[in-house]
């Protein structure tokens, strides 16, 4: 019996989320029935981060227990063949028989889309939540900032969370010009694209999504950047902004700190 | 009666192209529908250029003559709630009555992506081409070069054209990296992102992909950069490389070379 660790990339647009849905397909549930078939045993893989329905992975993390005899590092190129066109397994190796990506110290990077048009951009419109507001951009770094840390986010977690605490830490904050913007004023952007990027040890459920709502609220004008310590602080969801629509949402990466396998590699 | 024309932005990956085809759906039959049912009338849009099965558009341009007492720039925000979200018009304004964008002089620009990686991405599987060679982008620069100016470009044309010449003006070319690459030499890229972007006052049936196909070729090492120069001076299809499969490409831009709106605005 072995451990391997897939990284996942997928679409989320058609799925019910990562994990397994009664009403509705998952990623995970498809990753189980097609691991299952080609290895021929009952496979149940365990997630590293449980993606809303419709947010999109370019690298989630999960592991599962076989007995196969694919070298770890080939499985990829196998399951593949079978995946559906929207799921891609990226990379595949063996790990220690007790890893587990979830319990493990990391760094999650998700990425937001935002697209400031008139209309949606057809080719974006499954990767980017489409706001016709001009936005203030330095409003919106500035409200960001405070952000960083270690803070209690319980305003920005939904309800039905079933986290032990909502204290996390943040990393890093950046919102990026991705599209150069078209026409508007020094403050205010009125066509382009916004990448919200935040990097983070860990996240509360609909966070990223609650706090990108939020920011979009500071950057209509709705209000002022010195607002969102004062949501950060009061530690109630009803202060915060809209839960952000989730296709606009990408968990880009989770690395893991210090994995078992590079200690052996430099020891 | 008043001619309009529309910008028209579309996805089209469940499309058998622009144009009407009897054994699929087209972005024209689609425009030419809801148009027709929000106006009242039987309205049968002009295009100006007719995008494969597949082939993305960010800007097309069509028109069409209609009786509607509808102002012209406000016709975009009404068929775009009946339009399907993978079809979206960008803009609409009234013309000349004698106007048709295909017969007027333009710059258009197409790009193509491409992908260099072991897997496709599922985030932009419908709109990159993956491959999985590394790719030496400095020779695809180099034979791309040749390209730029006035020629007879025989050799990029699929069979079944109804272009009286095939002669054809480009007026630039670029290999962008898109996506900074990952690992590789000096010399080859392994993983990240290409964009081919072409400019020119006219291409022929398929040119840009067998362009992009014999690009390819040069960048994979199959054939030097030398040699796109002696397929482009062959006149000969055969000489060239495959068709680049289709959902690579994507009509970015057709700017309208001084339209007679805008001379009327400085006059």
């Known amino acids: 019996m072995k451990r391997i660790m897939l990284t996942v990339a997928y679409d989320g647009t058609d799925y019910h989320g990562w994990q397994w849905q009664p009403n509705g ?18 496979v149940r893989v365990k997630g590293c981060s449980r993606t809303d329905a419709g ?3 370019a690298g989630n993390l999960c592991v599962f227990d076989s007995e196969t005899r694919i070298p770890a590092e080939k499985l990829c190129y196998a399951i593949n063949q ?10 595949s190796r063996e790990v220690p028989a007790d890893f587990h990506p979830r319990k493990w110290d990391s760094v999650k990077t998700y990425e937001y889309q935002i697209d ?3 209309f949606p951009d057809p080719l974006r419109r499954r990767y980017a939540y489409t706001t016709y507001y001009p936005l203030n951009v330095e409003a919106m770094r500035e409200a960001a900032c405070c ?9 920005f977690c939904s309800a039905g969370s079933s986290a032990e605490t909502t204290v996390r830490t943040v990393l890093s904050v950046e919102i990026l010009q ?5 026409g508007g004023d020094e403050k205010h952007m009125t066509a382009g694209s916004l990448t919200f990027r935040i990097r983070g040890t860990g996240f509360l459920y609909n966070m990223v999504r609650i706090i990108t709502g939020t920011l979009l609220e500071v950057g209509r004008g709705f209000r002022t950047p010195q607002e969102m310590r004062q949501v950060l602080e009061a530690c109630d969801r009803r202060k915060a902004g809209q839960t952000a629509p989730p296709q606009g949402l990408c968990l880009r990466e ?13 020891e």
């Not at 397909?25 to 009952?42: A, G, P, Q, Y």
């Not at 960083?148 to 305003?155: K, L, P, R, Y």
């Not at 991705?178 to 078209?182: E, G, M, S």
């Not at 989770?254 to 430099?266: A, F, G, K, S, V």
């Open 25 to 42: 397909c998952s990623i995970e549930e498809v990753l189980n029935r097609e691991l299952s078939r080609l290895l021929k045993e009952d």
């Open 116 to 118: 400031v048009n008139r």
């Open 82 to 91: 079978s995946l559906p066109e929207d799921i891609v397994v990226q990379e």
């Open 147 to 155: 952000l960083v840390g270690e803070h209690d986010f319980a305003s």
């Open 55 to 57: 947010v999109h992975a």
């Open 178 to 182: 991705t599209l150069p913007p078209v």
């Open 254 to 266: 989770i690395r893991l700190i210090n994995p078992p396998w590079e200690r052996l590699q430099t």
